[in-house]
């Protein structure tokens, strides 16, 4: 019997950063952010040893049945998911990614997710999202040390468009509800670039650690005001304010810059600039910054123009749409 499961990306559109401790286990942390048909998937099967493959890097490991041995290479993610459960026979996992590693665009921890979900199933193990994504968080930022916080996990396994509320009690995850009319209308003015170059989060995280504990009250005063931002983008989605939603996002974008040097560029901010010129109200670098996809949401007539400056720009349009599901699993023979 083959496992497959598959776990989708996010868009983020405020608060992030306030979803990585200490600051949400002090103070509380929110996020809005939405998935998209774009997947992380895993499948599992039954084999003689342990075998390991990620089919987009194209990198294979043959091992020893036992506790796998991390040596800092691309498949410990995998290695790290399989050390949670307890194996008698062989397994063999592979891997495939729809968008590339340091996209921004939590990869990682869908990946994570969906390796959770496909060796529960296999191993009989009956689990819920809520559980799946803090066995996925377990293996990313504990077992492996990646620095980061927790709304990637939970957005790979609930799925959909959501406000998310993070605490040292735990995550709660409300789903937000909008007319489907204003669910197209956002699809339509929300465009998504490649800048050209992808970048590891962890470097990024560390820098904005070590400035939180250097500069405690400045940056606690910064995420207090982006975790605002969450339910004020919240607020204006439930009322239609599609506006006010873009012109919260550049208040949000503003503020993340303030977190690290390294979120932005010379070259992203020139970009940025040129796309709200040509009819954008905000937007923001997925993830923690310094590359990978850009999103930006119009006017509601100037698409076309954002899109033109963008494609201008040498920036590479990317065609999403919005996946109200969260991780799935199923079997095959």
Known sequence: MLVRARAPFRISFGGGGTDVPP??????????????????????????GIRIRSVDLDIEEVLPKGKLIYNGGKLDLIKAAINQFSISNGLSVETYSEMPAGSGMGTSSSLAVSLIASLSEMFGKKIEKHQIAMAAYHVEREELGQLGGYQDQ???????????????????????????????EIQYRLLMFFTGRTRFSSSIHYEMKKRYEMEKERETQVRDEMKKIAYELQSALIEGDLDGFGELMHRNWELK?????????????????????????????????????????????????????????????????????????????
């Not at 942390?29 to 774009?38: D, M, P, Q, Y």
């Not at 509320?165 to 204003?182: A, H, L, Q, Y």
């Open 23 to 48: 600051y949400c286990w002090d103070r509380g942390g929110a996020v809005l952010n939405v998935t998209i048909n774009k997947y992380a998937y895993s499948s599992v099967v039954n084999a003689e």
């Open 154 to 184: 939970f957005a790979a396994a609930f799925g959909g468009l959501n406000l998310m509320e993070f605490s040292r009690e735990g995550v709660n995850v409300e789903p937000i509800k909008v007319k489907d009319d204003t669910l197209e």
């Open 257 to 333: 810059k303030m977190m690290s040097d390294s979120i932005s560029s010379e070259e992203i901010d020139r970009a940025y600039a040129s796309l709200l010129k040509a009819g954008a109200l905000g937007g923001k670098i997925q993830g923690a910054g310094g590359g990978g996809y850009l999103i930006m949401f119009t006017k509601k007539d100037k698409r076309a123009e954002v899109l033109k400056e963008g494609m201008k720009m040498g920036l590479e349009p990317f065609s999403f749409r919005f996946e109200m599901s969260g991780v799935r699993v199923w079997k095959t023979e």
